[in-house]
């Protein structure tokens, strides 16, 4: 690892203004930018503390908003969390371990846009908003609008994410599913995000794909017929046809599709078991 | 673990003595090498081949040497000039401290930048440029019999082993060793034969993944050297590295602190001689800590192909075997001649066999070299005639249990190499493992996609010969005792096994033992700490030289007429007239052996045998191919236990240990012979997750009569049979079977598809 500059800024606005700089990076849990650093594959000059920016907490008003630096440890034991979102601590329970639980946060887990992650294909599925912070001021984008491709996102390199916020569950049944092919705490090599509101079916498929994507083809197969057997058949096959999936130390392709295929269909069987 | 009530005539052996260490090491006290740090002391970073094979025309060191805080960067050449030959290895001297002339895989050592900042040393290290001739490689341990890529242009045996002596000078070859036994008339009981069943089993390269990883400090004067170590063998790192520099042993000095994990890795010479070398070159503490990632260009376990054929009567009795076996070394030797020969002689298995014809071949390739690994060679071994005879069994629609009881190399009778069983419960630790999977019972099958099946397989292995261990024991005038043994605590609790050996014999408590740790001015010589031999071997020396002090001590006692069981301060006051003296025992231990004829023959292979057998049931997924291990039943003739409760963490930590091996670990190399997963992240080990719903463990009560007090070696025990207990009891549930590991849920879910598409 090369030596580099830390900054602990205090406000949103030095946060953004130290970022417009050749080669800094934002810091905020660090559990994979240390791993990436060490392996020589980032060498910031300079790292951007979040730590002193007052962006963790968990507020519910009709929608839960997450503060950037929310520990996912955090998230996963609150209360109103398990109340109204459960897919949400019941996905975190297995997110990676509880060392890194402890550390990482929200919205790291976000703008990583390493598609083997569990967060951005769920809330990407529970239509999730980021509030994003930049040199001339804030936005919002979706999450299935954040990613790029393999370890790309949409920010620009001046730009934070703030907060996340998911819209209330109301009927809305969800459930994500992933599945390793090494270790039980190996990255998954499929995770799927389903969730079904009334007759609406919205599918995320992450880690077989360079990025977090909805399968469009898979969720009109579905509209309206979640319960129906052939039309899951048909979602399934569907879904790993419309899915750009390569071999990797995972699985090679064809795996992989089998695996999107029987996925889909559980996952889909377990967001209508959901208790919501 | 099940075991007997303890004994009130061996107080201390028998005992599940807490480890002696625990409280240092949940402390944080105990000492470890990583932690060292000298005064002046320079970090080195290894700068590694990025070609598979290939002649070096050029190595340009000025960028890095121009890097601000940089001392030195030292190449192959400059070694050259402190050691003409500087080549080591413990069978064959084939590996050079760093590359000379040509590179062997992708990550041999190249060259070393050294500087007092390892993140200077790091940097720099990247701006080496090193420029090859690119040669012909070779990966398969098959094709390297007879590929036209040659790895080494000569063969240099080190001269330490007879069977390899008639290899010296040998060119255009990759075959390191080609070890052959034959026994009675294999063809013409093949020829005769009622059945015969054929068979071919493929292992991968795995690493042994210690949590220490490797790591070396040397510091040095004009006149000697001292080398701190995370080492299994300190002995021999003594021997070859004043071989290496024409020095005397006892300018020497190689120290060992506790190490975090072994299993193989840490054996022989691995930073050691590179460390002393840039000590030497620079006048200044040198250090090398290798990353994680680093360990899989250092020692890897063989990947191997066995081709196994079986003549079988139509009532199960198996009248010949042949067994074919290519082990790929990797670019060097390092044991691995000894892993083909020692491994070799049971490949047929634990049975009774007339007619025997084994051939084993060591190989040298273009990979990361590989050498010893938690079982030397016999996980490799059992996964394919334990494969074998499963499917034999099955073929004849016999039992798997009792086609090997029909079988069974029972005590007395001729093992392959013509030496007699002797002390090894292979009848009882089938039979206990039968028991305990309930093998008679009904069984759940399951049904839709989940799948259940079980499945068993029983190894042994002999242990290695002909080796020493030496021990000394020091009894203190207030009756405490210190041991002096280079056995090398890895973490397997050695020194509390030889803590409760000394107090035994001495009639003291464990807890009023300590023991030194190697260092080889001050403990004596040992071989190693390998093979599961330390508590036979070292323990035998550890007994003898106690019962060499409690001999004099006794005498003591009637020359001071005191009775026979005066306290052993009363002892050394009456004779001083206050606390003062001490009285030194030695042990010297050698197991007798007979070396094999060129027919593998000998009256006596091995000091003792391990057997191990292993149960598992599994859950296959037959939509994905995921084997979830539900049940892990591990059963072990390991004599009579020293310390109970740590022969069972032994014996799971190993069984746990080979079900990553079985079903998820892989070095997994693209056809350039780039290693593709040099990371946590990619190479996964077992997991707490990974473990099996249930583990159950036993020891069987036996005794291993040359043991001290009826025990024997257990580290590598549990390993033995898991690969083939999974294998066989996927095919019990889904009717597949797999011949090669690692069975990931990718294939399985293929061998599955493959057989609904033919039905």
């Avoid at chain 1, 975190?92 to 929200?106: G, I, P, Q």
């Avoid at chain 2, 290290?125 to 790895?151: F, R």
């Avoid at chain 2, 039979?431 to 099946?453: C, K, P, S």
Wanted: overall charge neutral.
């Amino acid at each position: 690892m090369t030596p580099f500059e830390l900054a602990e800024p205090g406000t949103l606005a030095q946060a953004v203004s130290l970022l417009d700089a050749e080669n800094a990076r934002p810091l905020s849990g660090g559990t994979a930018l240390m791993l990436m650093m060490k392996a020589g594959v980032l060498r910031p000059a300079r790292l951007v503390s979040l730590r002193k920016l007052g962006l963790d907490g968990i507020r519910v008003d009709g929608e839960l908003r997450i503060g950037a630096m929310t520990s996912l440890r955090e998230l996963e034991r609150s209360a109103q969390v398990k109340a109204g979102w459960p897919v949400i601590t019941r996905a975190l329970r297995t997110l990676s371990n509880v060392r890194v639980r402890n550390v990482a946060t929200v919205g790291g887990a976000l703008a990583h846009a390493d598609p083997h992650m569990d967060l951005p294909p769920l809330l990407a599925a529970l239509g999730a908003q980021v509030t994003i912070a930049g040199p001339r001021g804030e936005r919002r984008l979706a999450v299935e609008a954040l990613y790029a491709g393999y370890l790309e996102n949409t920010l620009a390199r001046d730009e934070l994410i703030t907060q996340v916020t998911i819209p209330s569950m109301g009927k809305t049944r969800a459930a994500y599913l992933k599945c390793t092919t090494r270790s039980a705490d190996d990255w998954p090599a499929v995770g799927i995000a389903v969730a079904i509101d009334g007759d609406e079916v919205r599918v995320v498929l992450g880690a077989a794909t360079d990025k977090p994507v909805r399968l469009a083809a898979a969720e009109r197969l579905l509209k309206g017929r979640a319960a129906d057997p052939k039309a899951l058949d048909e979602a399934a096959e569907a879904a790993a046809e419309e899915a750009s999936i390569e071999g990797d130390s995972h699985g090679s392709a064809a795996y992989k599709k089998q695996l999107v295929r029987v996925y889909l269909k559980r996952t889909v069987h377990e967001a209508r078991r959901a208790i919501h | 673990m099940k075991r007997a009530g303890q004994s009130t005539e061996t107080p201390q052996v028998g005992r599940s003595v807490p480890r002696l260490e625990s409280w240092l090491k949940v402390t944080g006290r105990a000492e470890y090498v990583h932690n060292l740090r000298l005064p002046g002391m320079l970090y080195g970073k290894i700068c590694r081949s990025t070609v598979a094979h290939g002649r070096i025309k050029r190595i340009d060191v000025a960028a890095a040497q121009a890097v601000g805080g940089v001392y030195r960067v030292v190449t192959g050449e400059d070694i050259r000039k402190l050691i003409p030959e500087p080549y080591y290895g413990p069978a064959f001297h084939d590996q050079p401290v760093l590359a000379l002339e040509k590179v062997r895989y992708v990550g041999e050592p190249v060259a070393v930048v050294l500087a007092a900042d390892p993140h200077v040393a790091e940097e720099a290290a990247h701006l080496v440029v090193a420029e090859y001739e690119e040669l012909p490689a070779v990966y398969d341990e098959v094709e390297a019999v007879s590929s036209k890529a040659i790895v080494h242009d000569a063969l240099k045996p080190a001269g330490t082993f007879p069977d390899l002596k008639h290899l010296k000078g040998k060119t255009n070859t990759n075959v390191a060793l080609d070890f052959r036994l034959r026994r009675g008339d294999p063809d013409t009981a093949m020829g005769k034969a009622e059945r015969v069943f054929e068979h071919r089993f493929r292992t991968q390269q795995v690493m042994h993944t210690p949590l220490e990883p490797l790591v070396s400090v040397a510091e040095s004067t004009d006149s000697s050297i001292t080398i701190h170590t995370a080492s299994q063998s300190p002995s021999f790192v003594r021997i070859e590295i004043a071989r290496l520099l024409g020095w005397p042993e006892n300018r020497v000095r190689v120290r060992v602190p506790f190490l975090g994990g072994g299993f193989g890795a840490k054996l022989y010479i691995k930073l050691e001689a590179l460390v002393s070398v840039l000590s030497l070159l620079t006048r200044k503490p040198v250090k090398i800590s290798l990353t994680m990632e680093e360990q899989f260009f250092t020692i890897t376990k063989h990947a191997s192909t066995f081709r196994i054929k079986s003549a079988v009567t139509q009532d199960g009795r198996i009248v010949a075997r042949e067994c074919e076996v290519w082990w790929n070394g990797g670019a060097y030797a390092d044991i691995g001649p000894r892993v083909t020969q020692k491994s070799g002689f049971t490949a047929p298995g634990p049975y009774d066999i007339d007619n025997v014809r084994i051939d084993s071949y060591a190989l040298y390739t273009n990979l990361p070299p590989a050498g010893a690994l938690r079982g030397f060679g016999i996980p490799q071994l059992v996964w394919a005639y334990e494969s074998h005879t499963d499917m034999i069994a099955r073929e004849l629609g016999i039992d798997p249990i009792e086609f090997r009881r029909r079988n069974l190399l029972r005590e007395g009778r001729p093992q392959a190499t013509g030496t007699r069983m002797k002390d090894a419960a292979l009848e009882k630790v089938l039979e206990r493992v039968a028991a305990l999977m309930n093998w008679n019972d009904a069984f759940d099958r399951g049904g839709g996609t989940l799948r259940r099946g079980r499945g068993i397989a029983l190894g042994f292995k002999a242990c290695i010969a002909n080796t020493t261990s030496l021990a000394a024991v020091n009894v203190n005038a207030d009756g405490s005792c210190t041991v002096y043994t280079s056995c090398v605590d890895m973490g397997q609790a050695s020194d509390t096994a030889m803590a409760q050996i000394a107090a035994e014999v001495l009639r003291i408590p464990t807890e009023a033992v300590t023991v030194v740790h190697s260092d080889t001015d001050v403990t004596p010589f040992d071989m190693a700490t390998l093979g599961s031999r330390s508590l036979f071997h070292s323990g035998n020396a550890v007994k003898l030289a106690a019962e060499d002090a409690i001999g004099k001590i006794d005498q003591l006692r009637q020359e001071l007429h005191l009775p026979a069981d005066a306290p052993i301060a009363d002892v050394f006051k009456k004779k001083y007239g206050m606390r003062a003296g001490s009285v030194m025992g030695a042990g010297n231990f050698i197991p007798p052996y007979t070396p094999p004829d060129e027919n593998g023959q000998t009256d006596n292979a091995t000091p003792f045998w391990m057997v191990g057998a292993t149960g598992v049931e599994v859950e296959v997924d037959t939509e994905t191919g995921r084997v979830r291990l539900t049940r892990l039943v591990n059963v072990a003739d390991v004599g009579a236990p020293i310390n109970p409760r740590i022969v069972e963490t032994q014996l799971s930590g190993a069984a746990i240990m080979q079900l990553g091996f079985s079903l998820f670990e892989k070095m997994q190399f693209d056809a350039d012979g780039q290693l593709r997963n040099a990371s946590f992240a990619e190479y996964k080990i077992p997991g707490f997750h990974d473990l099996p719903g249930e583990i159950v463990n036993e020891a069987v009560v036996a005794q291993q009569s040359t043991g001290p007090f009826g025990g024997k070696g257990v580290g590598e025990t549990g390993t033995f049979g898991v690969s083939p207990a999974i294998a066989n009891a996927i095919h019990d549930a889904v009717g597949v079977r797999l011949t090669s590991l690692p069975m990931n849920p990718e294939a399985v879910f293929n061998a599955i598809s493959i057989k609904s598409g033919r039905e």
